[in-house]
C-alpha cells in the first residue's frame, strides 16, 4: 500500500539555518503530497501541497517540489525562525498516509 | 470561526477502563475524521463520517473502539476496555467536502492508558 518515509528528528538548527526535512514516498497511481505542520499545543495545520509532478507548493518561506522521478517531496526553508519550532509530517492522499513526524527546534 | 475542538485534551487511565474522546467540527462541515498516532509514529486513519453514516471505518484497529456521530455534528470516540498500546494522541479532522487536502484539524487528545 501507499506510504511515507519521513526523516526522523529530532532536528537542532540556529535561527537563519537552512533546513530541509526529507520525505520519500511509495505510491500506485498519482497522489497529491501534503507537508502539515503542528505547533505547540495546536492541531495540525496544512502548511503547503503539490497535486501533480513538478508542481512546487510553498507557504511562509517554506518550498516543497513533487519529485515523481525520485519520488520525492522535501521540505526547505532558507533561513528559519524560532517560530518555525514544530512538528513536520509529510503525507500524501487519497488515502492520507502520513510520515512519522519531525520535529524541529530553532535556537535563537 | 471557531476551529475543531476536541475534549479533553489529556486523559489518564487504567487499563480495562473505559474512556470516551470527544470531537466539535468546524460548524457545517459535513465530514469528521478521526486520527490516531501511537508513540511518536505516524499519524494513522481512522475512520471517516459523512453527516451521521460511516463513510469508511477501515482503519478501527478493533472491536474495543466504537465511534458514533449521532445527529451529524459533534462525534464521540469509545475505547472499552483500554489497553496499554491504546496510548497515542487522538486527532480529529473536519471538513466541509469530502477531500483529504481540505481537512482542518483539533489540538489533539492525549490518552495515556496505564
Known amino acids: 500500500g501507499d506510504s511515507v518515509t519521513q526523516m526522523e528528528g529530532p532536528v537542532t538548527l540556529s535561527e537563519e539555518a537552512f533546513l530541509t526535512i526529507n520525505c520519500t514516498y511509495t505510491a500506485t497511481g498519482y497522489p497529491s503530497l501534503f507537508w502539515y505542520v503542528q505547533y505547540p499545543g495546536e492541531g495540525l495545520q496544512l502548511l503547503l501541497k503539490?497535486?501533480?509532478?513538478?508542481d512546487k507548493g510553498s507557504n511562509k518561506g517554506f518550498e516543497a517540489t513533487y519529485r515523481k522521478e525520485t519520488t520525492s517531496f522535501h521540505l526547505e526553508k532558507g533561513s528559519v525562525q524560532v517560530s518555525d519550532s514544530a512538528v513536520y509530517f509529510c503525507?500524501?492522499?487519497?488515502?492520507?498516509?502520513f510520515g512519522a513526524g519531525t520535529r524541529l527546534t530553532v535556537k535563537p | 470561526e471557531a476551529g475543531v475542538t476536541q475534549f479533553p485534551s489529556h486523559s489518564v487511565i487504567e487499563k480495562g477502563q473505559t474512556v470516551t474522546l470527544r470531537c466539535d467540527p468546524i460548524s457545517g462541515h459535513d465530514n469528521l475524521y478521526w486520527y490516531r498516532r501511537v508513540m511518536g509514529k505516524e499519524i494513522k486513519f481512522l475512520l471517516h463520517?459523512?453527516?451521521?453514516?460511516?463513510?469508511?471505518e477501515s482503519g478501527m484497529p478493533n472491536n474495543r473502539f466504537l465511534a458514533e456521530r449521532t445527529g451529524g455534528t459533534y462525534s464521540t470516540l469509545k475505547v472499552q476496555p483500554a489497553e496499554l498500546e491504546d496510548s497515542g494522541v487522538y486527532f480529529c479532522?473536519?471538513?466541509?467536502?469530502?477531500?483529504?487536502?481540505?481537512?482542518?484539524f483539533g489540538p489533539g487528545t492525549r490518552l495515556t492508558v496505564l
Open positions: 503525507a500524501l492522499s487519497p488515502d492520507m498516509r
Open positions: 479532522a473536519s471538513s466541509q467536502v469530502s477531500s483529504y487536502n481540505e481537512q482542518f
Open positions: 503539490a497535486t501533480k509532478a513538478d
Open positions: 463520517f459523512v453527516k451521521e453514516s460511516k463513510q469508511d
